[in-house]
């Protein structure tokens, strides 16, 4: 079981981004003020992803194909359905992030996992690595947001 005070500096994190990118409008969200990929719906995305790689993939041992959405920490991570709306990505993101909480519940912090590209890292270090993934992607989405809605023609293109 992840360690208490690990959950909830990771929660704090997931509900960061969420907090940091839900004041957007859908076209905001996709503003691209960067070369990348990164944009504030696409954090989410890719965050989502994440925590299907760490909790899904690498934790419970699904098959990429078994998770309920895309599982590799890859450029495709960052893409967003031009059908799918913040709304809908946020909605996925807590759904992911519930999910990884129930995997959560099962393993020792000192339990060892095979990472698909990290070779093998114990539980604790997965969720130390999560909080660090999720902490790097809100600050993104913060000094995105600031940008955004200080002068919402700075956005470059929008995808």
Request: glycine share 4%; charged share 25%.
């Amino acid at each position: 079981m992840i360690d208490e005070e690990l959950a909830a500096v990771l929660d704090a994190n997931r509900t960061a981004l969420i907090d940091s990118v839900a004041r957007l409008t859908d076209a905001q969200s996709r503003s691209r003020l960067v070369p990348s990929l990164t944009t504030p719906i696409a954090l989410v995305k890719h965050c989502a992803a994440a925590e299907r790689v760490w909790f899904q993939r690498t934790v419970a041992g699904l098959a990429e194909a078994e998770c309920d959405g895309y599982a590799t920490g890859d450029d495709r991570s960052w893409l967003v359905d031009p059908d799918q709306t913040l709304a809908d990505v946020i909605a996925e993101f807590a759904a992911v992030a519930e999910r990884s909480r129930r995997i959560a519940q099962g393993p020792d912090p000192t339990d060892r996992f095979v990472h698909y590209r990290r070779g093998e890292v114990t539980f604790r270090w997965i969720g130390l690595h999560m909080i660090e993934e999720l902490a790097r992607h809100a600050g993104h989405a913060d000094i995105l947001v600031e940008q955004i809605l200080a002068d919402p023609s700075a956005s470059r293109t929008s995808l």
